[in-house]
């Protein structure tokens, strides 16, 4: 992990997407964003993510197959999920945080999450 953690940001709601990254780097972490699945996987090749807050529902590639995805394919990265609803048809592997939610205790769980093994 670099000085300034890298953390990915996919949410598809923008207020969110952009209020939330603005916090974070303001907290000192350097911050990519996307708004979908799909823009998340571009972003995951383009840079050294240490880890994804990612919201659950989203209309391109989201819900249990991002989920899938992420715990297939990004199984070196440490990751958050984000839902307002979620119901999936499997047990999810990484803590989920239900909106709507204080950006405070989010990044209280990423400084945690980033310390852990």
Not at 36 to 41: E, K, M, N, P, S
Request: overall charge negative; glycine content about 8%.
């Amino acid at each position: 992990m670099s000085e300034r953690p890298v953390i990915l940001v996919v949410e598809d709601e923008d207020s969110i997407r952009l209020t939330l990254r603005d916090y974070l780097r303001r907290k000192g972490y350097e911050v990519v964003v996307a708004s979908d699945g799909v823009g998340a996987i571009k972003q995951i090749l383009d840079h050294a993510v240490d880890l994804i807050v990612t919201d659950y529902r989203m209309e391109v590639f989201g819900g249990d197959y991002w989920i899938r995805f992420l715990k297939d394919f990004c199984g070196n990265r440490r990751v958050i999920i984000t839902s307002g609803f979620l119901q999936p048809e499997f047990p999810i592997p990484f803590p989920v945080v239900y909106k709507p939610f204080e950006y405070g205790d989010l990044e209280a769980l990423i400084r945690k999450t980033l310390q852990g093994p």
